[in-house]
Protein backbone atom coordinates (compact mmCIF):
# COMPACT_ATOMS: atom_id res chain seq x y z
CA UNK A 1 0.00 0.00 0.00
CA UNK A 2 0.91 3.77 -0.33
CA UNK A 3 3.33 5.13 2.45
CA UNK A 4 4.54 8.56 2.73
CA UNK A 5 6.59 8.67 5.67
CA UNK A 6 7.97 12.71 6.71
CA UNK A 7 10.84 13.04 8.89
CA UNK A 8 13.49 16.37 9.45
CA UNK A 9 11.38 18.58 11.30
CA UNK A 10 12.06 19.83 14.59
CA UNK A 11 13.11 23.25 16.21
CA UNK A 12 14.67 25.98 14.75
CA UNK A 13 15.83 29.31 15.37
CA UNK A 14 14.19 32.32 12.80
CA UNK A 15 16.94 32.54 10.34
CA UNK A 16 17.83 29.11 9.96
CA UNK A 17 17.10 26.24 7.87
CA UNK A 18 15.87 22.65 8.15
CA UNK A 19 15.45 20.12 5.20
CA UNK A 20 12.65 17.73 5.52
CA UNK A 21 12.50 14.24 3.75
CA UNK A 22 9.36 12.11 2.42
CA UNK A 23 10.16 8.44 2.08
CA UNK A 24 7.75 6.73 0.02
CA UNK A 25 6.86 3.47 -1.15
CA UNK A 26 3.99 1.34 -2.07
CA UNK A 27 3.97 2.89 -5.87
CA UNK A 28 6.29 4.08 -8.91
CA UNK A 29 7.55 7.08 -7.37
CA UNK A 30 9.41 8.30 -10.55
CA UNK A 31 5.26 8.35 -11.90
CA UNK A 32 3.92 10.69 -9.94
CA UNK A 33 4.10 14.40 -9.02
CA UNK A 34 4.78 15.17 -5.38
CA UNK A 35 3.60 18.02 -2.98
CA UNK A 36 4.39 19.87 0.35
CA UNK A 37 1.23 21.16 2.70
CA UNK A 38 1.95 22.52 6.10
CA UNK A 39 -0.71 23.20 8.63
CA UNK A 40 -0.37 25.72 11.29
CA UNK A 41 -2.14 26.13 14.49
CA UNK A 42 -5.70 27.49 14.19
CA UNK A 43 -5.46 27.61 10.22
CA UNK A 44 -6.32 26.04 7.38
CA UNK A 45 -3.97 23.49 5.63
CA UNK A 46 -1.32 25.49 3.06
CA UNK A 47 0.43 23.86 0.13
CA UNK A 48 4.13 25.46 -0.16
CA UNK A 49 5.50 23.74 -2.77
CA UNK A 50 4.62 21.08 -5.95
CA UNK A 51 7.33 18.87 -8.59
CA UNK A 52 6.57 16.90 -11.52
CA UNK A 53 7.68 13.53 -11.53
CA UNK A 54 10.29 14.15 -13.66
CA UNK A 55 11.35 17.36 -11.43
CA UNK A 56 10.97 19.32 -14.71
CA UNK A 57 9.20 22.02 -13.08
CA UNK A 58 8.76 23.31 -9.84
CA UNK A 59 6.13 25.33 -8.07
CA UNK A 60 6.05 27.62 -4.88
CA UNK A 61 3.82 29.51 -2.80
CA UNK A 62 4.14 33.06 -2.42
CA UNK A 63 5.26 32.92 1.23
CA UNK A 64 7.76 30.58 0.57
CA UNK A 65 9.08 31.72 -2.58
CA UNK A 66 12.80 32.12 -2.39
CA UNK A 67 13.29 30.75 0.62
CA UNK A 68 12.22 27.03 0.26
CA UNK A 69 13.50 24.62 -2.41
CA UNK A 70 11.33 21.14 -3.50
CA UNK A 71 13.46 18.53 -5.06
CA UNK A 72 13.15 14.90 -5.55
CA UNK A 73 15.65 11.86 -6.22
CA UNK A 74 13.51 8.64 -7.86
CA UNK A 75 16.24 6.55 -7.52
CA UNK A 76 16.12 6.82 -3.59
CA UNK A 77 12.02 7.52 -3.75
CA UNK A 78 12.47 10.04 -1.66
CA UNK A 79 10.98 13.80 -1.68
CA UNK A 80 13.06 17.31 -0.03
CA UNK A 81 11.87 20.14 1.00
CA UNK A 82 14.63 22.66 1.54
CA UNK A 83 13.51 25.39 4.18
CA UNK A 84 15.80 28.16 4.84
CA UNK A 85 15.60 31.86 6.26
CA UNK A 86 12.79 30.24 8.62
CA UNK A 87 10.51 32.89 9.87
CA UNK A 88 7.83 32.06 13.33
CA UNK A 89 5.10 31.91 10.75
CA UNK A 90 6.95 29.02 8.55
CA UNK A 91 5.70 26.97 12.06
CA UNK A 92 3.40 23.86 11.48
CA UNK A 93 3.30 20.18 10.75
CA UNK A 94 4.08 19.65 7.23
CA UNK A 95 3.48 16.67 5.05
CA UNK A 96 4.19 15.14 1.36
CA UNK A 97 1.60 14.47 -0.81
CA UNK A 98 1.53 12.23 -3.58
CA UNK A 99 -0.46 13.50 -7.19
CA UNK A 100 -2.84 11.67 -8.96
CA UNK A 101 -0.57 11.21 -12.21
CA UNK A 102 2.66 13.06 -13.33
CA UNK A 103 1.65 16.25 -13.08
CA UNK A 104 -0.78 18.25 -11.45
CA UNK A 105 -3.41 20.89 -12.90
CA UNK A 106 -2.47 22.60 -9.59
CA UNK A 107 0.12 22.23 -7.08
CA UNK A 108 -2.07 23.80 -4.62
CA UNK A 109 -5.17 22.10 -5.15
CA UNK A 110 -5.75 19.32 -2.53
CA UNK A 111 -7.95 17.49 -5.47
CA UNK A 112 -4.68 17.00 -7.29
CA UNK A 113 -3.48 14.52 -4.14
CA UNK A 114 -4.81 11.17 -3.55
CA UNK A 115 -2.47 10.02 -0.63
CA UNK A 116 -0.39 11.90 1.92
CA UNK A 117 1.80 11.16 5.37
CA UNK A 118 0.53 11.83 8.80
CA UNK A 119 3.40 15.53 8.91
CA UNK A 120 6.67 15.99 10.58
CA UNK A 121 6.47 19.54 13.11
CA UNK A 122 8.32 22.14 12.42
CA UNK A 123 8.75 24.73 15.18
CA UNK A 124 10.73 28.17 14.59
CA UNK A 125 11.00 30.03 17.26
CA UNK A 126 13.91 31.76 19.29
Known amino acids: QVQLVESGGGLAQPGGSLRLSCAAS????????MGWARQAPGKGLEFVSG????????HYADSVKGRFTISRDNAKNTLYLQMNSLKPEDTGLYHCYKARGPYYRDYADILDYDYWGRGTQVTVSS
Open 26 to 33: GFTFSSYA
Open 51 to 58: IYSDASDT
